[in-house]
């Protein structure tokens, strides 16, 4: 049995190459690869390496991995920003309180992306399944607010 680091490579290099859906495809995707494990082990290395869902162009939900990690997909790393489809519907401002719709289903992996930039000015996402509530730092117009966000927004076409 291989060391847990190669497994875990293996994982992420897996991940990224291939549209994964459930642990099961995983697995025996590991297994051609010459890594035994169970079910309770790769739930710990998917939490582990804090692989998330995120749903695709098709409405598929793949397993995609943190931002930070090294194996990204393509289209992340080529542009540096979501697909001109992500979902994207409307957002509007209270106070110091952003709020993000979305399409079913593509809240969470926005607010991903949002919480992954580091954003000093954006305290936290919360993300249900079509809404995203972003606290903003107090003295944040909404103006600065929608600029850090507009990666998120796609062109208006007129």
Request: glycine share 4%; hydrophobic share 40%.
């Amino acid at each position: 049995m291989k060391q847990k680091a190669n497994r875990l490579e293996a994982i992420k290099m897996l991940i990224s190459s291939k549209e994964m859906s459930n642990q099961d495809e995983l697995l025996k995707e590991l297994a051609a690869e010459g890594f035994k494990l169970t079910q309770a082990t790769l739930s710990r290395d998917l939490k582990q390496l804090k692989v998330a869902k995120a749903i695709t162009a098709t409405g598929e939900y793949i397993y995609v991995l943190p931002n930070n990690i090294m194996y990204r997909r393509f289209f992340e790393e080529s542009t540096g920003e979501l697909p001109v489809n992500n979902g994207f519907i409307s957002l509007r401002f209270s106070r110091n309180i952003a709020v993000v719709k979305t399409k079913p289903g593509y809240a969470s992996m926005i607010a991903f992306d949002i919480d992954n930039r580091n954003y000093a000015e954006i305290l936290g996402t919360v993300a249900g399944d079509d809404t995203i509530i972003l606290v903003l730092a107090e003295n944040l117009s909404h103006e600065r607010a929608s600029d850090l966000l507009s990666f998120i927004i796609p062109p208006r076409l007129y």
